[in-house]
């Protein structure tokens, strides 16, 4: 089931990935919303994706989140995978499932958003001003 709310910048909810191709992400995973609060794409948002598993090789783009913002989730680390950032429809999103007929939205600051923003930035080559 999808969202029912445009959600804003900083908040945690689960996207379903299926329909896309490998190597790209094609499973439900958490992830952080990080475009901004407007209208101007009523219906689309941009996503950086979520794990609990450490990169084997930690790269400029990933970013270790203060806390763990999944809820229902008791991973001492999450990392933002912020080279696989994606424009999403907001019928992928829902909230995170913690208990049957029990569901839950996560959130992480705005000073973790802009940080994400700028490791997407990295991992895209582009120079921040």
């Known amino acids: ?10 908040t945690v909810l689960v996207c379903d990935f299926r329909g896309y191709i490998e190597p790209e992400i094609i499973k439900t995973r ?3 919303v990080v475009s901004p609060n407007h209208m ?9 994706p979520l794990s609990t598993t450490a990169p084997i090789r930690i ?7 203060q806390g763990n913002p999944v809820p229902g989730s008791d991973a001492q680390a999450v990392w933002a995978k912020c080279d ?7 019928v992928r999103l829902d909230r995170k499932k913690i208990a049957r007929g029990c569901y839950s939205v ?3 600051s705005m000073e ?3 940080a994400m923003r700028c490791r997407a930035a990295i991992s895209l080559g582009l120079e921040l001003v």
């Open 30 to 32: 958490p992830v952080v």
């Open 84 to 90: 696989l950032v994606a424009t999403v429809s907001v």
């Open 106 to 108: 996560g959130y992480v």
């Open 112 to 114: 973790q958003v802009r």
């Open 40 to 48: 101007r794409r009523p219906g689309l948002v941009t996503v950086i």
């Open 59 to 65: 790269e400029p783009y990933h970013y270790l989140l």
């Open 1 to 10: 089931m999808a969202i029912a709310f445009h959600p804003k910048a900083g």
